[in-house]
């Protein structure tokens, strides 16, 4: 009995050498360990400010163009770059910067100069611009481009800046009394930027303006007293100068028809001013987060609107589908706007 329970062990210990040596065979293998180091995509990152460019990969690992949208060849409404048409508009690059607070990566500004090339415009008033390097950044984009900037307005002020081919632009100034008791000492208000400009033979004041945001009462109200004082003071420069030109352009936050509005569209005597976008569909709009036409091109009645302007207002086409994304991300919320005027004569 003794001799028969020690070739069972034997045999037990057997069948486990087998076993074990067999498993180690056949075990499956480990799954790879993170190493912590990140996967190549085919991002960019901009070697100036950081930021990560998007692109898309062709399966090559090289990016491709963004799309059409920023290759378009023509947009309507577009003033050609010679002869005796000439585009004045507006922009609002919603936080134009170069600091660590919204660094602007190199593509980015690339294609705001694609799109202002786009747009045909030879005078442009921009708002919302955080630093003079941003707008150096972005007329070193456009040969031959100048700009001026605002000394008003903590962190966004505004601009203008103009092809120099095409345009002269006089010594800027601003209307400083404007924001006077609007706000409580917060500095954050911008007084108008105006200039003399030439563009051809038709000379006018250049005026940009970023009003007062939101709808409640008191900020309504805002509005109306900075539009009503510009008014006063636009009106008296035109007697200055003895010249009614005048083009008035930028955010007003705020609608064409509004009451706000109203304090410088509406005729007083036989002078008023009129703006340019008003006979757009209700589905244009130049903000793109929500539908509305809050930027304006407005002109002097008469004036400007005697010989000049040729009576159409133009928008600057909403991205859709990924443009949108990409447009909001990288550029701005603001579309921009335009009118197209005559230069080669001048009513006064």
Known sequence: MNSQMRYIRLGIVAIAIVGGYFFSKNRPKPAPTNTGQPTRTASDRDSRTGRTDRATSTGAGEPTPDSEFWTRDSVPGAAPSTGNVAGIGCWNIEWFSLDAKNPRADSDVDRMATIIKQSGMAVIGLEEISGEPALAALTERLPGWKYTIGTTGRQQKCAIIWDSSRAEVGRAF????????????????????????????????????????????????????????????????????????????????????????????????????LITGARLPDNVSTYIPKSGRIDHVVVSSPGVSQEQWD??????????????????????????????????????
């Open 311 to 348: 009576g159409q207002g133009y928008v600057f086409p909403k991205p859709t589908k990924a443009d949108r994304k990409l447009y909001l991300e990288t550029v701005s919320d603001h579309l921009p706007t335009w009118a197209n005027f005559r230069t080669d004569k001048d009513n006064d």
């Open 174 to 273: 601003e209307y400083l009394d404007i924001n006077d008791g609007i706000e409580k000492g917060e500095g954050n208000l911008r007084a108008p930027l105006v200039a003399p400009v030439k563009i051809g033979n038709f000379d006018f004041l250049f005026t940009v303006v970023h009003l007062k945001a939101m709808f409640e009462p008191e900020n309504l109200a805002a509005r109306r007293k900075q539009l009503s004082r510009l008014r006063a003071r636009l009106s008296e420069e035109a007697k200055k100068r003895n010249d009614s030109d005048v083009i008035v352009v930028g955010d007003f936050n705020d609608f064409a028809g509004s009451v706000a509005l109203k304090e410088l569209t509406a005729r007083q005597g036989t002078s008023g001013y």
